[in-house]
Nanobody, 116 residues
Framework: QVQLVESGGGLVQAGGSLRLSCVASGNIFNINDMGWYRQAPGKQRELVATITSGGLTVYADSVKGRFTVSRDNAKNTVYLQMNSLKPEDTAKYYC??????????WGQGTQVTASS
């Protein structure tokens, strides 16, 4: 099991930037992929970005060119740099870790609000 703690959310004007961080603890040696999902009110949770243990990245089409996911394995931390934020990016952002066993652990979420 892995514990995940997110930080960095907040309120920003449209066009602004935020950087989310997620620190992992616990069974960190069995972490494979890490990344971020988001969920807006009344909508399903959707994948934002993922990064493998080898550094390969995948992004949702809606955030390509604006968001960047990165990972510092020495610090057990995954980041999400969000630029050119739009009101439609407003959601609660959740960090996740996919373990080698196939189990997925989740953080508690951090709210991101981009005002128009």
């Amino acid at each position: 099991q892995v514990q995940l703690v997110e930080s960095g959310g907040g309120l920003v004007q449209a066009g602004g930037s935020l950087r989310l961080s997620c620190v992992a603890s616990g069974n960190i040696f069995n972490i494979n992929d890490m990344g971020w999902y988001r969920q807006a009110p009344g909508k399903q949770r959707e994948l934002v970005a993922t990064i493998t243990s080898g550094g390969l990245t995948v992004y949702a089409d809606s955030v390509k060119g604006r968001f960047t996911v990165s990972r510092d394995n020495a610090k057990n931390t995954v980041y999400l740099q969000m630029n050119s934020l739009k009101p439609e990016d407003t959601a609660k952002y959740y960090c996740y870790a996919l373990l080698n066993s196939g189990r997925t652990d989740w953080g508690q979420g951090t709210q991101v609000t981009a005002s128009s």
